[in-house]
């Protein structure tokens, strides 16, 4: 018989080896993402064929598992790879099987603050469909679901350089069925045209001048290519600062400098610079220049994203007293007034100012009832904000009187979209909840699952 302590000598060796060898810690997912890493490298680096090659790989290092997060974020990989190689035939099934993955994990009633990655990917795979479609001429069957992807993203938040591919695809599929009136129009309606370093063409930067490299800067950072706007925006400024460092064309590179450090979510670099851009602008400008709410509101969110309530109060208050008269004077109807109310709500709230987020919160509805009605969409979402605002100040029948009153108004508004309703049904649950009303709670919460299970169904529809 072998003894205890000789037996653990014997094995534990074995135990050691087996631990260290090779495959000991790999898992599928291990595997997974080493071969998709891979892939995103090669795809980068311009190296089509190995990119595919390591896509395919990652997918089956799965083996053949249910379909997942992971074998969805192949598919949709692997389907960009193939339509640059004009793979249409091939990236299609790919497309559309990233697309039924994403489509079932994306909450279509979601405010669009919130849309996930997920939601990113599930728009991002509904467009590869519809490009796979176009690149084979099936430009019937491309169009409407183009169509549904443009109704989703005026919803959400999208970069320009998507939003360019659709309304490039749209215009080639109205193009194809004949509508070519309709496509001449979409082409026109584009905010900012493709920058020439936002697609990766290789230019001379130095060889641009201030008006171009400003230009192509703030393309590129629309577009996310940070990298490139980032020396194309130094260029304008270097060229700007050796005429004048504090002319105003100075001003302005530093406000696109800023809003790209800012974008990268880097406020201790951008702050000094738009602190700059501004106090250059404040001497350039004349005092009631409406150009200088630009670099307060910039400058504002960096002052908001660190936390600097008083100061970013401060600026947007000022942006809103300098355009405010003017504005409203001439159309009921300006947004940006009400979208810098928003903004000192939201301010006054975190930084505890709640008398002063109430009173402008009424002041916006008032606003609001005067351009639109007292049954607007529009009142209906500023009464929820109210609502919340009275909440926080402990002011509990006042602020279930505005809960009520903006889910009345936005029932009965033929232009509530789906995500206004989410909005208050999380909203005013949440508040019921808090004051202990958790059957009513609850039942908001049942309409919200109704709501969104409605909305899913219409989408699997449109997307069959």
């Given amino acids: 018989m072998i003894r205890p302590g000789r037996l653990a000598a014997f094995v534990l060796p074995i135990i050691l080896l087996s631990a260290c060898g090779p495959d000991s810690r790999e898992t599928p997912e291990s595997r997974w993402k080493h071969f998709y890493d891979a892939g995103e490298a090669a795809q980068k680096s311009g190296d089509i064929e190995e990119a595919e090659k390591n896509y395919r790989d990652s997918i089956a290092a799965l083996d053949g598992r249910l379909p997942s997060q992971n074998s969805a974020e192949s598919a949709l990989a692997l389907s960009t790879v193939l339509l640059e190689k004009r793979d249409c035939i091939g990236a299609l099934p790919c497309a559309q099987q990233a697309l039924l993955f994403f489509q079932s994990k994306w909450n279509p009633a979601k405010p669009s603050s919130s849309l996930d990655d997920s939601g990113v990917k599930y728009l991002s795979s509904m467009l590869v469909v519809a490009r796979a479609l176009n690149c084979q001429h099936r430009f019937a069957e491309s169009l409407p679901l183009l169509r549904r992807i443009s109704a989703l993203q005026e919803k959400v938040i999208v970069p320009v350089k998507f939003n360019h591919q659709l309304t490039d695809e749209l215009r080639q599929s109205l193009q194809g069925i004949g509508k070519g009136k309709e496509a001449h129009k979409l082409r026109d309606a584009i905010k900012f045209s493709a920058s020439s370093v936002a697609s990766e063409k290789q230019i001379d930067v130095l060889s641009l001048g201030y008006e171009d490299a400003l230009s192509e800067g703030k393309s590129a950072l629309q577009g996310g290519n940070f990298s490139s706007a980032e020396k194309l925006l130094k260029h304008a400024l270097e060229l700007a600062s050796k005429q004048d460092s504090g002319s105003i064309k100075s001003a302005e590179a530093l406000l696109w400098l800023g809003d790209l450090q800012s974008s990268k979510g880097n406020y201790a670099s951008a702050r000094p610079m738009l602190e700059k851009a501004l106090q250059i602008a404040r001497r350039r400008l004349a005092k009631k220049d409406r150009d200088l709410k630009d670099y307060m509101k910039r400058l504002a969110s960096v002052c908001a994203n660190q936390s600097d309530w008083k100061r970013a109060a401060a600026l947007d208050e000022e942006a809103l007293a300098l355009i405010f008269d003017n504005e409203y004077k001439h159309d009921k109807h300006m947004h940006r007034s009400r979208d810098l109310m928003d903004a000192l709500i939201d301010i006054y709230k975190k930084d505890g100012q709640l008398d002063k987020a109430e009173k402008i919160a009424h002041r916006k509805i008032a606003l609001e009832i005067d351009a639109y009605g007292k049954d607007s969409r529009k009142v209906g979402l500023s009464y929820c904000l109210l609502a919340e605002v009275?909440?926080?100040?402990?002011?509990?029948?006042?602020?279930?009187?505005?809960?009520?009153?903006?889910?009345?108004?936005?029932?009965?508004?033929?232009?509530?979209?789906?995500?206004?309703?989410?909005?208050?049904?999380?909203?005013?649950?949440?508040?019921?909840?808090?004051t202990g009303d958790k059957v009513g709670a609850g039942k908001l919460r049942d309409e919200e699952e109704a709501l969104n299970a409605e909305l899913t169904e219409g989408l699997e529809r449109d997307a069959r």
């Fill in 390 to 434: 009275l909440a926080l100040k402990k002011n509990d029948k006042q602020a279930k009187r505005y809960f009520q009153q903006s889910l009345d108004v936005l029932r009965d508004s033929k232009k509530t979209d789906p995500r206004d309703m989410s909005k208050i049904f999380a909203a005013y649950a949440n508040y019921l909840d808090k």
